[in-house]
C-alpha cells in the first residue's frame, strides 16, 4: 500500500475537497493511482495537531487529481477531521500524539499479567504504543506483553501497560509501549519508519 501525502492549504481547503453526498475526498495531487488501488493517506491541514493516516482507495481518476474514498474502517476518523475543520470540535480538546499511528489489521497474541495467552488483532500501531481489540478489556495499569506479526517477519515482541479502554461497539485497549532501547521496539521503529521512509505500508 503506497503512502500519499495530503497537504490542505487551509481548513475551507479540506471541507471543500470532501464530497458529502459521494463521501469521498478529492485529493489534487501530480501522483498517479489506478481505480480501486489502495492508498494510505496522510492529511494535513493548519492548526490540525496531528497528521492522522486513513486507508482509503481511489474510486475515479480525476482532472488534476484523485478521488478518494476512505475506508469504513477508518470512517470515524474522517469525521473526526471534518469537526476539527468546521470547527465543530476545538484543537485545544484534541491529544496530541508523539508518534504517528499507522491503521493495521496486524495478528496479535497478547497475555496479561503472565495469565494465559490470547489471540487478537491490532488495529492501529505506531513506535509507541499501540489499539488491541478485545471483548473484555482489562483494567488499566494492567501488564500486558505482545508477539506482534508484522509482514513476514518474526513477530515482534514488546510489553507495555494498558493505558485506557474503550468499551461499545469496537471495545479494546491501548498499550503504551515500555523499555524503548528492547529488541523488539528498536525492530519496531525499524519497520515503522521504513514505512515512512519507502512510502510503501502493508500493515
Known amino acids: 500500500m503506497r503512502l500519499l501525502t495530503l497537504a490542505f492549504p487551509s481548513q475551507g481547503d479540506f471541507l471543500a475537497a470532501h464530497d458529502e453526498k459521494s463521501g469521498t475526498l478529492l485529493a489534487h495531487t501530480k501522483t498517479e493511482a ?4 489502495a492508498l494510505l493517506v496522510e492529511i494535513a491541514f ?3 495537531p496531528n497528521r492522522p493516516l486513513v486507508r482509503a482507495h481511489c474510486s ?8 478518494l474514498r476512505v475506508d469504513d474502517a477508518d470512517a470515524s476518523t474522517l469525521d473526526f477531521l471534518l469537526k476539527i475543520a468546521r470547527g465543530d470540535v476545538s484543537v485545544e480538546s ?9 491503521p493495521s489489521a496486524l495478528s496479535v497474541e ?10 487478537s488483532q491490532v488495529e492501529d500501531l505506531s513506535i509507541g504504543g499501540c489499539f488491541v481489540r478485545a471483548h473484555r478489556p482489562p483494567a488499566v495499569g ?8 508484522v509482514l513476514d ?4 515482541h514488546v510489553t507495555g501497560h494498558v493505558a485506557w479502554v474503550r468499551a461499545g461497539d469496537n471495545p479494546g485497549f491501548g498499550v503504551e509501549f515500555d523499555a524503548a532501547e528492547s529488541p523488539g521496539a528498536k525492530k519496531l521503529r525499524t519497520i515503522l519508519r521504513r514505512a515512512l521512509g519507502t512510502g ?4
Do not use: C, Q, S
Request: net charge negative; no cysteine; hydrophobic share 40%.
Open 110 to 119: 497478547y497475555t496479561l499479567d503472565a495469565g494465559a495467552a490470547m489471540i
Open 200 to 203: 510503501e505500508v502493508d500493515l
Open 142 to 149: 494492567a501488564l500486558v506483553t505482545l508477539d506482534i506479526t
Open 94 to 102: 484534541t491529544v496530541h500524539r508523539e508518534h504517528k499511528r499507522f
Open 153 to 156: 517477519e518474526t513477530p515482534v
Open 60 to 67: 475515479e481518476i480525476v482532472d488534476g487529481g484523485l478521488r
Open 34 to 37: 489506478t481505480k480501486g488501488e
Open 46 to 48: 493548519p492548526r490540525l
